[in-house]
Nanobody, 122 residues
Framework: QVQLVESGGGLVQAGGSLRLSCSISTSEFQSYAMGWFRQAPGKEREFVAASSWSADKTEYSDSVKGRFTISRDKDKNTAFLQMNSLKTEDTAVYYC???????????????WGQGTQVTVSL
């Protein structure tokens, strides 16, 4: 059973930064593509960012490109989402995801975390 646990959410002012962490409970961390989705109130869940299993390829939604960075620490079985220049429209619950077959926009990853709230205020 693969489990994902997010941390690092919170309240931040617009223009600020947060770093989300996602620990994955599997010894096969390096075999999983990792990513992040988010869901704002009243909106559908949307793709944010993804990293291939080898971490040599990353992908971002247009809305966060240039501001967010996904990375992974293989020694700690942890993925990160560094979020800079945050905007009020980034307010959402952020979900860490993992899948053998890859994570990409429109995909339905197999494994999901419980979500962590990010709130950006003016």
């Amino acid at each position: 059973q693969v489990q994902l646990v997010e941390s690092g959410g919170g309240l931040v002012q617009a223009g600020g930064s947060l770093r989300l962490s996602c620990s994955i409970s599997t010894s096969e961390f390096q075999s999983y593509a990792m990513g992040w989705f988010r869901q704002a109130p009243g909106k559908e869940r949307e793709f944010v960012a993804a990293s291939s299993w080898s971490a040599d390829k990353t992908e971002y939604s247009d809305s966060v490109k240039g501001r967010f960075t996904i990375s992974r620490d293989k020694d700690k079985n942890t993925a990160f989402l560094q979020m800079n220049s945050l905007k009020t429209e980034d307010t959402a619950v952020y979900y860490c995801v993992a899948d053998w077959g890859g994570v990409r926009p429109g995909s339905a990853p197999l494994h999901w975390g419980q979500g962590t709230q990010v709130t950006v205020s003016l």
